[in-house]
């Protein structure tokens, strides 16, 4: 009999039983790969053997039900136990995604070394002696046994003296095996791209086998109580399947993200069952390993005193966190017919309804000039509140004209040049104010605590005239 197969997005994990261009889940083109259907059999079998049978199972009245397992265990990183809402929770599957080379084999390794925590550090990438070489180089940047990097709290102590126990494996049965047998306080797999399961005869990597090895290990982490990081490629042209589809799988899913060339790296949650999500942490990769930034707005704004005309700093909220940072803008005559326009870590689209509405609402020519925009730090600006801060840029550019660098801006700017109010208008105040910020420009239409104005004051415009008007008049 042919063996049936399935189709899977690898950018979503949509399934299909025919192969089509587009995934009509989530838009992508060219991301459906083929994989076998799961054998009814080995998924009911392998899921049997450690899940209790039917008849022990009853459901729990809710007051009856023990809430203290839920107690958080310190990863050692406090930026990292922030992001996962206090700490990591007993038994949860915790996926770290990103692309190759940013880091994760890093920050997976940093976390025992610096929670000194009974640790299976399972590879199925690097050797023994590379995992070995990159622990000491984590551990020789910091003489003898503590010392404090970048956050107060945080210490690295001599990496022989931890109890770390590296397994180089990528036959994820066994690993289960080895795991039940002597059970660590924590696990870190690397990567489920290249674990599999003997049970399936797909190749490591495929969509069913990702799939059955989250599976499993979410089975061990339930049953046995150990906490499991879980790292996944993320590859842009969507060959392998991706993290995507084990999303709905785990318990919390973070993603690292960045720039390959810059050293920056920031750390979101995008899914957290025992947490909120959007939250973020900041890290920079140093020669040994990465150091957390507590502050990452001081890091974001330049040290320049001002004078520098197209900068413009801009207060947006990364989740729960405000960040403060400098969007920079070249305005100049085009060279050619047509004029450029080019943005960094900032929607090209929006960058062009900005230029219409300066054009249109505010008779700026800007139809005939290059137009380049970027957000410093390599960061990704999704916030609606970012379009005050381009748009001044863009002026500041134009005029030649430099703001004071003791500005920062919060708002939307709508399709008839308005300035819409943003959310959490408070904390960004705040947090501009504690940065030592004088003044901040918001929407006339936000409402706002009085109480965070403390020590800056706040200007309040209309619309894109107003702002001309307040700024370069
Ligand atoms: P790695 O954690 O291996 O990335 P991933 O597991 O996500 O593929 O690390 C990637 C890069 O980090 C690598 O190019 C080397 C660099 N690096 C440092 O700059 N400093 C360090 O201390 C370490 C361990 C790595
Ligand atoms: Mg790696």
Known sequence: MKQKTLWYCSSCGNESPKWMGRCPACGEWNTMVEAPAEPKTTAKGSRSAVMPS?????????GD??????????LGLPEVDRLLGGGIVPGSLVLIGGEPGIGKSTLSLQIPLRSSLHTLYVTGEESARQVKMRAERLGAGMPGQAENVGHDKTVIADPDRQSIDIFCETNIDNVIAQAAANPPQLMIVDSVQTMFTPTMDSTPGSVSQIKEVAAMLLRFAKESGVPVLLIGHITKDGFIAGPKILEHIVDVVLQFEGENRGSYRILRSIKNRFGSTSEIAVFEMTGAGLREVAN??????PMHESGLSGAAICAT?????????EVQALVSSAVYGTAQRSATGFDARRL???????????GFHLSAKDVFLNMAGGLKVSDPAADLAVTCAVLSSNFDFALPADYCFAGEVGLSGEIRPVAQTDRRIG???RLGFKKIFVSSYSS???KATKGIQVVKVADIPALVKALFK
């Open 65 to 74: 039900i023990d809430n203290a397992a839920e107690a958080r265990v310190s």
């Open 431 to 433: 947090e501009a104010a």
């Open 54 to 62: 039917a008849q022990e199972r009853k459901p729990l009245r809710l």
């Open 317 to 325: 909220l990364d989740g729960t966190r405000p960040l403060l940072f």
């Open 448 to 450: 706002f605590d009085a």
């Open 352 to 362: 062009n309804m900005l230029l219409a509405v300066l054009e249109k609402r505010a």
């Open 296 to 301: 990452p707005s001081e890091m974001l704004i």
